[in-house]
């Protein structure tokens, strides 16, 4: 069973600042792509940061340069900073651990955490 519990979310003014986390208990956690994910109302889940079991990283074009995605697999967490906020980053934010096997592929949502971003 793969748990996700994602925290540090709340109101922030535009411009400000937040750290999300994302609390994974899983084994093997260093093996799995982890990705930060989120939905707006009205709108479609989309992908906002990601890092391979590798430490690579992708993100969203909205959010280059203003969020930075990283992970501790020692202490089995994902961060995502997120500088810079902007009103249109308003969403609930979700945690997704993903990993590819021989025996196929998993992947596990967090309950997410509200972002809102407003003055």
């Known amino acids: 069973q793969v748990h996700l519990v994602e925290s540090g979310g709340g109101l922030v003014q535009p411009g400000g600042s937040l750290r999300l986390s994302c609390k994974a208990s899983v084994s093997f956690f260093s093996l799995y792509d982890m990705g930060w994910y989120r939905q707006a109302p009205g709108k479609q889940r989309e992908l906002v940061a990601a890092i391979t079991s590798g430490s690579r990283t992708n993100y969203a074009d909205s959010v280059k340069g203003r969020f930075t995605i990283s992970r501790d697999n020692a202490e089995k967490m994902v961060y995502l900073q997120m500088n810079s906020l902007r009103p249109e980053d308003t969403a609930v934010y979700y945690c997704?651990?993903?990993?590819?096997?021989?025996?196929?592929?998993?992947?596990?949502w967090g309950q997410g955490t509200q972002v809102t971003i407003s003055s």
């Open positions: 997704k651990a993903d990993r590819t096997t021989v025996a196929g592929q998993y992947y596990y």
